[in-house]
């Protein structure tokens, strides 16, 4: 039986969900309207009309923003069914490296990835954990902006297997730090502050933990551990 406390969290995030799901509909519906409404003044001849269109276009990109904050939003409310499957930890990372590799060296970033030999294998629901880890390391790339070293490496601990996630960036802010993993905190001019919530959801389902050191103008480490799988 589900604990009172764990069962009024799930009721809040069915009923948020539900809300922000009939809410992105509507959205979608006013963003459909929107740009049929700009397509007619997509040729403006009068000063009246241009101001017309250029406001049709500044609704349509709230309006898209909106669309993709509720995604967000659904994404963690969410995190309830798991599709587990047995995997290799190093193949999920090196594929991962091997998609944000070629970005990242245009913005002048070394992506290191270091596998620990026969490190035991974990239960993940792929997809949703390759887009938590996806996060951090885009994470890292944004806290680069002049470059430097992202660097990946595994270790088991006891019955976890453990992933450090390392960059030579900025920081964090102690102030920062103490909040980073709850909703809606974020320091990015277009973020939303739900891409570091989700990833610890995620973790956490998955019966894992994940935590964060950093130091002003040295760098950030995130640290993921994962249940082992001790019988395959």
């Known amino acids: 039986m589900m604990e009172p406390l764990a069962q009024q969290y799930?009721?809040?995030?069915?009923?948020?969900?539900?809300?922000?799901?009939d809410m992105k509909n509507h959205l979608g519906t006013v963003l459909l309207n929107l740009q049929l409404l700009a397509e007619d003044f997509e040729e403006p001849e009068t000063q009246?009309?241009?101001?017309?269109?250029?406001?049709?276009?500044?609704?349509?990109?709230?309006?898209?923003?909106l669309v993709g904050l509720s995604n967000d939003f659904l994404r963690f409310a969410r995190i309830d069914e798991l599709y587990l499957e047995t995997v290799e930890l190093d193949t999920v990372i090196a594929r991962m490296v091997d998609f944000l590799s070629p970005t990242a060296r245009q913005c002048n970033v070394d992506v290191n990835w270091y596998p620990s030999p026969d490190l035991p294998m974990v239960r993940l629901d792929r997809d949703m954990f390759e887009k938590a880890l996806l996060n951090l390391m885009l994470n890292a790339e944004d806290a680069m902006p002049n470059g430097g070293t992202l660097t990946l490496q595994a270790r088991c601990e006891g019955a976890f297997v453990v992933l450090d996630i390392i960059d030579t960036g900025t920081g964090i802010s102690p102030e920062l730090l103490r909040k980073i993993f709850k909703p809606f905190q974020t320091t990015k001019p277009d973020g939303n502050g739900l891409g570091l919530a989700t990833a610890r959801?995620?973790?956490?389902?998955?019966?894992?933990?994940?935590?964060?050191?950093s130091e002003l103008g040295h760098g950030t480490k995130f640290t993921i551990r994962l249940p082992a799988v001790t019988h395959p």
């Open 201 to 213: 959801r995620v973790v956490v389902a998955h019966g894992g933990s994940i935590d964060v050191q």
């Open 48 to 65: 009246k009309e241009r101001r017309a269109f250029e406001r049709f276009r500044l609704m349509e990109g709230e309006c898209q923003r």
């Open 10 to 21: 799930f009721d809040l995030a069915e009923t948020t969900g539900s809300f922000i799901h």
